[in-house]
Nanobody
Framework: QVQLVESGGGLVQAGGSLRLSCVAS???????MGWYRQAPGKQRELVAA???????NYAVAVKGRFTISRDNAKNTVYLQMYSLKPEDTAIYYC?????????WGQGTQVTVSS
């Protein structure tokens, strides 16, 4: 079993930047990884994903502003966020999955003030 722990969230002003980290308790080498977020009153949505092979995809709302990356040697996935907007405010969750199982972190709060 893999446990995921997110960090790096916080309070920033609009236009600012944050880098979120997701550290796994075990190897993520064979996992597809992703970042999701859930804002108050909204469903959890995919923000960015990166396959075990390094292929990425992004939600339209964040494309061009966010970058997902992985460092398998550190068992860590990152989400670099630039040009943050108030609508980016949410709890951000890390996810790792195989074809048969998914792992979720506890989330880290990102709040963007105007």
């Amino acid at each position: 079993q893999v446990q995921l722990v997110e960090s790096g969230g916080g309070l920033v002003q609009a236009g600012g930047s944050l880098r979120l980290s997701c550290v796994a308790s075990g190897s993520i080498f064979s996992l597809n990884m992703g970042w999701y977020r859930q804002a108050p009153g909204k469903q959890r949505e995919l923000v960015a994903a990166i396959t075990s092979g390094g292929i990425t995809n992004y939600a339209v709302a964040v494309k061009g502003r966010f970058t997902i990356s992985r460092d398998n040697a550190k068992n860590t996935v990152y989400l670099q966020m630039y040009s943050l907007k108030p609508e980016d405010t949410a709890i951000y969750y890390c996810k790792g999955e195989t074809y048969s199982f998914a792992y979720w972190g506890q989330g880290t709060q990102v709040t963007v003030s105007s």
